[in-house]
């Protein structure tokens, strides 16, 4: 309420100064987008609380929903200022996504497993097994290219490394066609 309130004087210094944290990372018209983390995250914590807690599968289904609401939400309207932070953002609620798809299939496939045993078993479990190990490397790579795009010494370097490549591919072509033309 105190920031809608005051959503016309954001860039006052002591509306900065009182709640500048809230909002600052965030675009102007998306001074909210805080408040709106803060949902999501009760959602994904203590609103688990209150859902049944002898089968997992209601509360892997909500949270999986939040994280797909919330994606849709972050790829949308992109609120950060920043485009790093998007992005950031964007990967890690695919994360969550892919995390809890499998917490799924998992779950479902616990259960098949206790049902009767088919001819095709091995199959079915050579399958699971290769998603899920997929499922983890991918998420595995996801938390890499987080941690790289939000090491700011890393990108740095990253950019440098690529602009002596390019440079040096330059400077490789420009030799080339001065061989060619004889020059």
Not at 11 to 29: A, L
Not at 74 to 99: C, G, H, R, S, V
Request: hydrophobic letters at 50%; glycine letters at 4%; proline letters at 2%.
């Amino acid at each position: 309420f105190i920031l809608y309130k005051n959503r016309k004087l954001l860039k006052e210094r002591v509306v900065r100064q009182k709640w500048g944290s809230i909002y600052r990372d965030f675009k102007p018209k998306y001074f909210y987008f805080e408040l709106l983390t803060l949902f999501r995250r009760f959602i994904l914590t203590a609103g688990m609380v209150f859902i049944s807690g002898e089968d997992a599968v209601p509360q892997v289904v909500i949270s999986l929903f939040t994280s797909v609401v919330w994606y849709t939400i972050i790829m949308e309207y992109l609120p950060y200022k920043d485009k790093t932070n998007n992005a950031i953002a964007a990967l890690l609620a695919a994360q969550m996504i892919a995390n809890l798809t499998m917490m799924l299939a998992l779950d479902t496939w616990t259960t098949k497993e206790k049902l009767a045993v088919t001819g095709t078993e091995y199959y079915d479990r050579f399958t699971f097994e290769f998603f899920l190990v997929a499922t983890n490397i991918i998420c595995g790579l996801l938390g890499i290219i987080v941690f790289i795009i939000s090491t700011p010494q890393i990108v740095k370097f990253i950019k440098f490394v690529t602009k002596k490549i390019r440079k040096r591919a330059r400077r490789r072509e420009r030799e080339r066609r001065e061989y060619i033309l004889g020059i």
